[in-house]
């Protein structure tokens, strides 16, 4: 069912393109405002781009994670999605799923466009900043899409969201920026691991989280 | 008062038959526990040889954000409770204890940078605790704003539960990352309260048991003008 449930959104999104491509065009924005808004050198731009970055993807996730719940306001879709045979958690889970998958779309689309605008060179070890990437994609959309099942059932949920879920990744968005900041400068995995394993720590306890409570959440 | 004044002690003395309330009693026994422990705090308890008059605050800062910790930690056992059992007592002690907790938590940001200014020279500094309390301050922003804008009663019930259990899970996690982030910044008073003199711990252990009293009443009380509430929308809607 889970499976389903995961085809039905990318199917959605596939036909309609609204969430990846409004995400990605939010995202080169920013960076457009970070660029003139910042006039700086790429040696400056080097000593903030991780928080920059991240706090950048923060901004389009949220994007991502509403529009993802949102779209099962219209026509009450969430509601028979709910009297449907399926358990609640899968409906947690593939929403963690599938925003994550277009998290992860739309930074395929951004992040090239980071570098080259912002004269920042990529790291030179990829297949850890690949690594670094899905675990921190995971966290935020883990942790955004319980905080944005709740935030849905409510008014304002445009606002409530950020709002809710800001605060909550701190640790998480201090995680990443610390880990790209290692991989930025070259510094050896030993440097930053502790970071990586609260960042994983983080997946793991509020996707468990999430799993158990959204029960909880999607009552009627 | 209603209810909350309900509850009361029947003495006897020489056949005068006393009714004192509870609540009244406690409340008393507040006002006077606060009046002593100023006069610890002020005059009984030594002046720091490096701090001097600024290290007083300690004895208010410390208990205000025990407070609010222990207020935060009811908010997840009344977040559990209500889940569990759907009573209506549990979201209302939820919600009174998030409330009251984020007063004392207003009052650790108020009297930390009080401290801080002449001590560091800056009223903010990105300390980890004080920056744990400012992020969980914002958290308790998005619960009430929840509660605000989220609909029947019910539901309004359940959603700031499971954000109260949420936020409690996250403490440690905003904690432990801060501690480590700023560690440069690892300038507050790291002191080990079971080596101080006799006069400096017993005052701190007794206005840390002011604020816990201070804060229980304060809570019931909540709770009581909350149940109020509650009756009254009731009657407005002839529920």
Redesign the interface.
């Known amino acids: 069912m889970l499976r389903v449930l995961i085809k039905k959104d990318l199917l959605l999104e596939f036909r309609s393109k609204e969430i990846v491509v409004s995400m990605a065009a939010f995202g080169i924005s920013v960076i457009v405002l970070y660029a003139l808004g910042f006039n700086a050198s790429s040696e400056e731009f080097l000593k903030f781009s991780p928080g920059l970055l991240w706090m950048m993807f923060l901004f389009i996730s949220v994007l991502g994670l509403h529009r993802s719940f949102s779209i099962e306001k219209e026509f009450d879709a969430f509601g028979l999605l709910l009297s449907a045979p399926v358990s609640r958690s899968d409906i947690f889970l593939s929403k963690w799923i599938s925003s994550f998958l277009f998290l992860l779309m739309s930074q395929i689309i951004v992040l090239p466009i980071f570098f080259l605008f912002l004269n920042v060179s990529i790291p030179k070890e990829w297949l850890l900043w690949i690594l670094v990437f899905l675990i921190a994609d995971l966290g935020i959309t883990a942790?955004g899409s319980?905080?944005s099942g709740?935030?849905m059932?409510?008014?304002?949920s445009e606002?409530?969201l950020p709002?809710?879920l800001?605060?909550?990744v701190?640790?998480?968005l201090?995680?990443v920026v610390?880990c790209t900041h290692g991989l930025f400068n070259g510094l050896l995995f030993e440097e930053w691991k502790?970071?990586f394993q609260?960042m994983v720590?983080?997946v793991l306890?509020?996707g468990v989280?999430g799993y158990l409570?959204f029960d909880?959440?999607s009552?009627e | 008062m209603g209810k909350f004044h309900s509850k009361s002690i029947k003495l006897n003395i020489f056949n005068l038959q006393i009714s004192i309330p509870v609540n009244k009693l406690l409340f008393g026994l507040i006002i006077v526990m606060f009046a002593f422990g100023l006069y610890l705090v002020l005059v009984v308890t030594r002046v720091d040889a490096e701090q001097q008059m600024a290290q007083k605050i300690f004895y208010f800062h410390v208990p205000s954000a025990w407070s609010m910790f222990l207020a935060y930690f009811l908010v997840l056992i009344a977040g559990i409770q209500y889940l569990r059992t759907r009573a209506e007592k549990w979201d209302r002690f939820g919600l009174a204890s998030a409330e009251v907790g984020t007063l004392f938590c207003v009052l650790v940001l108020i009297t930390g940078p009080i401290w801080a200014t002449p001590i560091w020279g800056t009223p903010w500094s990105w300390e980890p605790r004080l920056t744990t309390t400012l992020i969980l301050f914002l958290i308790y922003i998005g619960y009430f704003m929840l509660r605000q804008y989220g609909g029947d009663r019910k539901q309004i019930a359940r959603l700031s539960a499971i954000i109260g259990i949420i936020a409690f899970i996250d403490v440690p996690f905003i904690y432990f990352s801060i501690n480590l982030w700023a560690e440069r910044d690892q300038v507050h008073p790291q002191s080990d309260m079971g080596g101080q003199p006799t006069d400096v711990l017993g005052t701190f252990l007794f206005m840390l048991l002011t604020f816990t009293i201070l804060l229980s009443y304060m809570i019931r009380y909540r709770m009581h003008v909350l149940e109020l509430d509650t009756k009254l929308t009731e009657l407005e809607h002839g529920i």
């Not at chain 1, 059932?153 to 304002?156: A, G, L």
């Open positions: 942790l319980l905080v709740i935030a059932r409510v008014r304002m606002v409530i709002i809710l800001f605060p909550l701190t640790p998480l201090i995680s610390k502790i970071w609260i720590t983080f306890v509020f989280t409570i909880y959440v009552e």
